[in-house]
T-cell receptor
Framework: KAGVTQTPRYLIKTRGQQVTLSCSPI?????VSWYQQTPGQGLQFLFE???????NKGNFPGRFSGRQFSNSRSEMNVSTLELGDSALYLC?????????????FGDGTRLSIL | SQELEQSPQSLIVQEGKNLTINCTSS?????LYWYKQKYGEGLIFLMM?????EEKSHEKITAKLDEKKQQSSLHITASQPSHAGIYLC????????????FGPGTSLSVIP
Protein backbone atom coordinates (compact mmCIF):
# COMPACT_ATOMS: atom_id res chain seq x y z
CA LYS A 1 0.00 0.00 0.00
CA ALA A 2 1.45 3.37 -0.98
CA GLY A 3 2.03 5.82 1.85
CA VAL A 4 1.04 9.45 2.12
CA THR A 5 2.48 11.39 -0.80
CA GLN A 6 3.25 15.09 -0.63
CA THR A 7 4.30 17.28 -3.53
CA PRO A 8 6.45 19.13 -4.11
CA ARG A 9 9.19 18.10 -1.66
CA TYR A 10 10.92 21.46 -1.78
CA LEU A 11 9.71 24.91 -2.70
CA ILE A 12 11.29 28.35 -2.70
CA LYS A 13 9.09 31.43 -2.82
CA THR A 14 9.42 35.13 -2.12
CA ARG A 15 7.44 37.29 0.29
CA GLY A 16 4.00 38.22 -0.93
CA GLN A 17 3.60 35.25 -3.24
CA GLN A 18 1.16 32.43 -2.70
CA VAL A 19 1.75 28.69 -2.71
CA THR A 20 -0.28 25.49 -3.03
CA LEU A 21 0.86 22.21 -1.51
CA SER A 22 -0.63 18.85 -2.38
CA CYS A 23 -1.25 15.71 -0.34
CA SER A 24 -2.46 12.29 -1.48
CA PRO A 25 -3.53 10.16 1.50
CA ILE A 26 -3.18 6.42 1.88
CA UNK A 27 -5.77 4.66 -0.25
CA UNK A 28 -9.00 4.32 1.72
CA UNK A 29 -8.12 7.05 4.22
CA UNK A 30 -10.68 9.82 4.33
CA UNK A 31 -9.24 12.12 6.98
CA VAL A 32 -6.38 14.43 6.08
CA SER A 33 -4.67 16.77 8.53
CA TRP A 34 -2.03 19.40 7.90
CA TYR A 35 0.74 20.46 10.28
CA GLN A 36 3.44 23.11 10.24
CA GLN A 37 6.80 22.23 11.78
CA THR A 38 9.42 24.83 12.69
CA PRO A 39 12.44 24.63 15.01
CA GLY A 40 10.96 27.26 17.32
CA GLN A 41 7.31 26.20 17.53
CA GLY A 42 7.57 22.48 16.87
CA LEU A 43 4.72 20.65 15.20
CA GLN A 44 1.54 22.71 15.09
CA PHE A 45 -1.86 21.65 13.83
CA LEU A 46 -3.27 23.66 10.91
CA PHE A 47 -6.53 21.96 9.95
CA GLU A 48 -8.23 18.65 9.28
CA UNK A 49 -10.50 17.62 6.44
CA UNK A 50 -12.88 14.70 6.33
CA UNK A 51 -15.22 13.93 3.43
CA UNK A 52 -14.42 17.28 1.78
CA UNK A 53 -15.37 19.23 4.92
CA UNK A 54 -13.09 21.04 7.32
CA UNK A 55 -13.62 19.38 10.73
CA ASN A 56 -11.02 21.10 12.85
CA LYS A 57 -8.93 24.21 12.53
CA GLY A 58 -5.83 25.27 14.44
CA ASN A 59 -4.86 28.75 15.50
CA PHE A 60 -3.46 30.06 12.23
CA PRO A 61 -4.38 33.21 10.27
CA GLY A 62 -6.81 33.14 7.38
CA ARG A 63 -3.92 33.23 4.90
CA PHE A 64 -3.73 29.49 5.49
CA SER A 65 -6.52 27.58 3.82
CA GLY A 66 -7.17 24.15 2.48
CA ARG A 67 -9.59 21.93 0.71
CA GLN A 68 -10.25 18.27 0.11
CA PHE A 69 -11.47 16.64 -3.06
CA SER A 70 -13.89 13.76 -3.51
CA ASN A 71 -10.98 11.32 -3.89
CA SER A 72 -9.70 12.49 -0.45
CA ARG A 73 -6.67 14.25 -1.91
CA SER A 74 -6.06 17.56 -0.19
CA GLU A 75 -4.43 20.84 -1.01
CA MET A 76 -3.19 23.55 1.30
CA ASN A 77 -2.81 27.14 0.17
CA VAL A 78 -0.88 29.95 1.80
CA SER A 79 -1.39 33.46 0.44
CA THR A 80 0.72 36.59 0.93
CA LEU A 81 3.70 34.59 2.13
CA GLU A 82 5.78 35.90 5.02
CA LEU A 83 9.32 35.02 6.05
CA GLY A 84 7.90 33.27 9.12
CA ASP A 85 6.01 30.82 6.90
CA SER A 86 9.27 29.04 6.15
CA ALA A 87 8.72 25.58 7.56
CA LEU A 88 8.25 21.89 6.89
CA TYR A 89 4.58 21.32 6.08
CA LEU A 90 3.40 17.82 6.91
CA CYS A 91 0.26 16.06 5.84
CA UNK A 92 -1.17 13.10 7.73
CA UNK A 93 -4.00 10.75 6.89
CA UNK A 94 -6.12 8.34 8.90
CA UNK A 95 -8.99 6.04 7.96
CA UNK A 96 -11.78 8.00 9.60
CA UNK A 97 -12.61 10.98 11.73
CA UNK A 98 -12.13 9.21 15.05
CA UNK A 99 -9.19 10.40 17.07
CA UNK A 100 -8.43 6.86 18.25
CA UNK A 101 -6.91 5.98 14.92
CA UNK A 102 -3.22 6.79 14.39
CA UNK A 103 -2.28 9.24 11.67
CA UNK A 104 0.27 8.34 9.04
CA PHE A 105 2.51 11.13 7.79
CA GLY A 106 4.03 12.04 4.46
CA ASP A 107 7.63 13.22 4.12
CA GLY A 108 6.51 16.83 3.96
CA THR A 109 7.08 19.85 1.78
CA ARG A 110 9.92 22.12 2.85
CA LEU A 111 8.92 25.69 2.06
CA SER A 112 11.56 28.41 2.10
CA ILE A 113 10.59 32.07 1.83
CA LEU A 114 13.22 34.52 0.58
CA SER B 1 2.81 22.95 22.71
CA GLN B 2 3.13 23.77 26.42
CA GLU B 3 0.30 21.35 27.09
CA LEU B 4 2.57 18.48 26.21
CA GLU B 5 6.11 18.37 27.56
CA GLN B 6 8.88 15.91 26.80
CA SER B 7 12.03 15.11 28.73
CA PRO B 8 14.85 15.06 28.17
CA GLN B 9 15.14 17.54 25.32
CA SER B 10 18.09 15.61 23.91
CA LEU B 11 19.92 12.43 24.71
CA ILE B 12 23.28 10.98 23.69
CA VAL B 13 23.85 7.35 24.58
CA GLN B 14 26.41 4.68 23.85
CA GLU B 15 25.23 1.84 21.64
CA GLY B 16 23.83 -0.98 23.73
CA LYS B 17 22.59 1.24 26.56
CA ASN B 18 18.98 1.50 27.66
CA LEU B 19 17.15 4.82 27.71
CA THR B 20 13.79 6.35 28.62
CA ILE B 21 11.93 9.34 27.17
CA ASN B 22 9.00 10.86 29.04
CA CYS B 23 5.94 12.70 27.82
CA THR B 24 3.73 14.61 30.28
CA SER B 25 0.41 16.29 29.63
CA SER B 26 -1.12 19.15 31.57
CA UNK B 27 -4.59 17.89 30.61
CA UNK B 28 -6.44 14.59 30.54
CA UNK B 29 -5.16 12.23 27.90
CA UNK B 30 -7.65 10.57 25.60
CA UNK B 31 -5.03 8.84 23.50
CA LEU B 32 -1.25 8.95 23.30
CA TYR B 33 0.87 8.38 20.19
CA TRP B 34 4.59 7.94 19.78
CA TYR B 35 6.32 8.86 16.54
CA LYS B 36 9.90 8.90 15.31
CA GLN B 37 11.23 11.47 12.86
CA LYS B 38 14.49 11.68 10.99
CA TYR B 39 15.65 15.19 10.14
CA GLY B 40 13.66 16.75 7.30
CA GLU B 41 11.42 13.74 6.90
CA GLY B 42 7.96 12.76 7.95
CA LEU B 43 6.90 11.11 11.18
CA ILE B 44 6.90 7.35 11.45
CA PHE B 45 4.16 5.92 13.65
CA LEU B 46 5.51 3.74 16.45
CA MET B 47 2.72 3.04 18.92
CA MET B 48 -0.67 4.16 20.18
CA UNK B 49 -1.78 3.88 23.81
CA UNK B 50 -5.35 4.46 24.86
CA UNK B 51 -5.99 2.98 28.27
CA UNK B 52 -4.41 3.72 31.60
CA UNK B 53 -1.78 1.17 32.44
CA GLU B 54 -1.53 0.06 28.83
CA GLU B 55 1.88 -1.11 27.70
CA LYS B 56 2.96 -1.95 24.16
CA SER B 57 6.19 -3.22 22.70
CA HIS B 58 7.63 -3.33 19.21
CA GLU B 59 11.05 -4.85 18.76
CA LYS B 60 13.20 -3.13 21.39
CA ILE B 61 10.86 -0.22 22.07
CA THR B 62 8.28 -0.29 24.89
CA ALA B 63 5.76 2.42 25.67
CA LYS B 64 3.59 2.76 28.77
CA LEU B 65 0.70 5.03 29.65
CA ASP B 66 0.08 6.23 33.19
CA GLU B 67 -3.33 7.85 32.91
CA LYS B 68 -3.43 9.09 36.50
CA LYS B 69 -0.13 10.89 36.12
CA GLN B 70 -1.10 12.00 32.61
CA GLN B 71 2.23 10.67 31.49
CA SER B 72 3.74 8.22 29.04
CA SER B 73 7.22 6.79 28.82
CA LEU B 74 9.10 5.31 25.88
CA HIS B 75 11.85 2.88 26.75
CA ILE B 76 14.47 1.60 24.32
CA THR B 77 16.45 -1.46 25.30
CA ALA B 78 19.97 -2.09 23.99
CA SER B 79 19.97 1.01 21.76
CA GLN B 80 21.37 0.85 18.23
CA PRO B 81 22.45 3.60 15.78
CA SER B 82 19.23 2.93 13.86
CA HIS B 83 17.29 4.23 16.87
CA ALA B 84 18.74 7.71 16.39
CA GLY B 85 16.26 10.43 15.50
CA ILE B 86 13.66 12.69 17.07
CA TYR B 87 10.95 11.06 19.14
CA LEU B 88 7.66 12.92 19.41
CA CYS B 89 4.66 12.16 21.52
CA UNK B 90 1.25 13.23 20.31
CA UNK B 91 -1.94 13.34 22.33
CA UNK B 92 -5.62 13.89 21.91
CA UNK B 93 -6.53 16.21 24.79
CA UNK B 94 -9.79 17.51 23.35
CA UNK B 95 -8.79 21.15 23.04
CA UNK B 96 -10.96 23.66 21.23
CA UNK B 97 -8.85 23.67 18.11
CA UNK B 98 -6.48 20.78 17.91
CA UNK B 99 -7.18 17.27 16.90
CA UNK B 100 -3.84 15.97 18.09
CA UNK B 101 -1.13 18.10 19.61
CA PHE B 102 2.52 17.17 19.73
CA GLY B 103 5.30 17.57 22.23
CA PRO B 104 8.50 19.41 21.31
CA GLY B 105 10.38 16.18 20.65
CA THR B 106 13.42 14.43 22.13
CA SER B 107 16.51 14.21 19.97
CA LEU B 108 18.32 10.89 20.38
CA SER B 109 21.88 10.23 19.22
CA VAL B 110 23.39 6.76 19.57
CA ILE B 111 27.18 6.54 19.49
CA PRO B 112 28.55 3.30 17.98
Amino acid sequence: KAGVTQTPRYLIKTRGQQVTLSCSPISGHRSVSWYQQTPGQGLQFLFEYFSETQRNKGNFPGRFSGRQFSNSRSEMNVSTLELGDSALYLCASSPGANSNQPQHFGDGTRLSIL
Amino acid sequence: SQELEQSPQSLIVQEGKNLTINCTSSKTLYGLYWYKQKYGEGLIFLMMLQKGGEEKSHEKITAKLDEKKQQSSLHITASQPSHAGIYLCGADIKTSYDKVIFGPGTSLSVIP
